[in-house]
């Protein structure tokens, strides 16, 4: 049996068509055979249902034998096929199809399953390389091939539950009203159309203000120029669609035409209409081969109701994902801004305008980005720039390139502002200025913030009126990165309590003044504590705050431990100052380095040791230099200058918080 052929429709007094397929494999020679018989059980009555003009066919579509007619046999309904005609078999997989004419006595959902026993049916067999005589007794099983069910011609019209009931904007083009469904999976044939009439349901409005509906097969509409219906008349009267060209429905297959329309941006808010059929339009399909008239089935439908609406709107947010963090001078490519734009649930919309400004104007200007400018990026896909005046008050519009970004009803997608940052040295740059993209949400004018509604076509404002801030970023001439190497374990007499690491990624030597930890023990652990860098200890404090034992890990002002050379990491390792406690019971002790929570409130972006100190506890934690201007030296004169800052935003701490607490534990 030939997969390939598979079961199907097949229609009455129709040329053609299929009536089964098989399959030959031949090996060794090609072979010609004078006679086969084929035999056709059918569901019809004792000499009803013979079939007529019946050929062999190959797979090029080309007749081997044939045509013949069927032979009513002594089985009553079965009948046979025999050609005569020799036919020759090449060497190899090749498949054959039976076709032939069905008499209109078989009935609507009558049946023929043909098939042939090669071993009997198939004879005086020859060997066209050897001349040899060919037996095929040993395929004495019958090839029973698909069965073929007939069927007249047949179409069913219905609407389509989708689209589902939604809002159309006012003013939307080629908006989809509704899908038509077209079924001839059980016609016998295919099924030609000329036209098909669909009644429009509305409200208030008035019937003119849809126009230039058009029927669409995938992106081909089927109706233009003279054949485009603008409707009228009442609701629920039926608006005839002409095709251009006859439609035809082929026969096994659903086919969904989707109709579409423009509707007028007079029509006023929560109005309805929609699209479907009535119960007896007036239709004339017919045969696509026999041309007779088909009866269609029609599932009546209003179709789905679609509420007007208002263009639609869109919010803009900070989007939180983008910590505030410091940035190294000099670095390309750095993400200053995410902003979250969210369109309304009533329309689909495209972002094409974006009006941006620098925040925080007192502690950076436009100097900051080289060339004063940002790029705006979707993703990994860059969507437009936006250039900055030489003034810190100047903001910047970014019209964005095409494709626009596509902001789905009721959905978000962030943008992401990045930029180049300009160096930092004894002649330029503004040591630790913060730099921050603000979203101009007030700025409506022709250079503000604007989409464009994919279905209304209309130019929509943002519905964010005030600026939106974001978390910024503050720039440093160099900016190193802290991680903790150590985990806990089991407490001995001097063991290494706590180990983190700081990188120096560029090629200047930076200085810490001081690192703070949180403290916990229990059973009697020691509570002394020293920090080491490079076997250099700083000098250490305890105290308590909120009830939690703070240590502070303080340089004099002169060791070396405090400096980071340039390209290198420095290992800090915490010790007990004291010994371990040997009484025979459990101790613990708890470590955390902490982090900065803030920034400090110094008058300068920089500050002294001393000015920097001078915020609250959750701000100086950690105290460090870039040495913007100057050489990295350990003195106790350097912490007076004005080029001190504490650790918030540091890389490595987890968001911004304090690293995750270590426990060492001695047992009993």
Partial sequence: KALSVPATNI?????????????????????????????????TGSGVGLLTNVSLYDANGAVVAGPVDGVQTSTGANQTVTFTDTVTYPVGKHIYTLKGKVASGIGNGGTYIVSSTPSTQWTNITGQTTGN????????????????????????????????????????QGFTYANLVLDASQSGEDVRLTSIPLAMTFATMVVTEVTTCQLFDGATSLNTGSNVVNPSGASDADQTFTFDQSLVVSKGIVKTLALKCNLASSVSASDTLSWGINAAPSITPTGVTSGNSVTETVTASAGQTMTVAASGSYTVVNDTALLYKMSQAGINGVELARLRFTAGASEDLYLTQIALELGNTASNSPA??????????????QIGTAQFGTASADNATSTLLNPAPLVK??????????????????????????????YDGDNVGVNGN????????????????????????????????????SSGGTLAAGSDLYKFTVTNPLNRDLIFQKFTMSVATTGGATNGFILYGDGI???????????????????????????????????????????????SVSETIALALLADTSFGSQANLMGTVTTVE???AATDNIIWSP??????????????????????????????????????????
Avoid at 421 to 438: K, Y
Wanted: glycine residues 8%.
């Fill in 627 to 668: 040495f913007s201007t100057t050489t990295a030296v350990a003195t106790a004169a350097t912490q007076d200058n004005l080029d001190w800052v504490n650790g918030y935003g540091l890389p490595g701490f987890p968001s911004n918080s304090d690293f995750q607490i270590q426990t060492w534990v001695r047992p009993n």
């Fill in 614 to 616: 001078a915020g609250s």
């Fill in 537 to 583: 200890a700083f000098n250490s404090s305890t105290s308590t705050v909120n009830n939690e034992t703070i240590i502070e890990l303080r340089a004099t002002g002169t060791s070396n431990a405090q400096i980071v050379s340039a390209n290198s990491t420095k290992t800090y390792i915490l010790k007990a100052s004291t010994a371990v406690d040997t009484a």
């Fill in 133 to 172: 005589t060919i037996s095929l007794s040993a395929l004495s099983t019958a090839v029973t091939m698909n069965t073929m069910t007939v069927r007249a011609a047949a179409l069913g019209l219905s609407i389509s539950t989708q689209p589902v009931a939604q809002t159309v904007i006012t003013g939307s």
């Fill in 409 to 438: 009803a009721g959905e978000s997608v962030v943008i992401t502002v990045k930029g180049d940052l300009s160096a930092q040295n004894v002649i330029e740059g503004t040591p630790g200025a913060f730099l921050a993209i603000t």
């Fill in 11 to 43: 229609a009455v007094n129709v040329p053609n068509q299929v009536l089964g397929g098989y399959e030959v494999d031949l090996k060794g020679e090609p072979i010609s055979i004078q006679s086969q018989v084929f035999t056709i059980a059918s569901t």
């Fill in 450 to 485: 604007y989409a464009l509604g994919a279905s209304s076509q209309s130019n929509i404002s943002s519905g964010t009126t005030a600026d939106v801030t974001t978390n910024g970023t503050r720039i440093f001439r160099v900016v190193p990165t802290i991680a903790i190497t």
């Fill in 368 to 381: 900051d980005l080289l060339g004063q400018k940002v790029t705006l990026w979707n993703g990994t896909t």
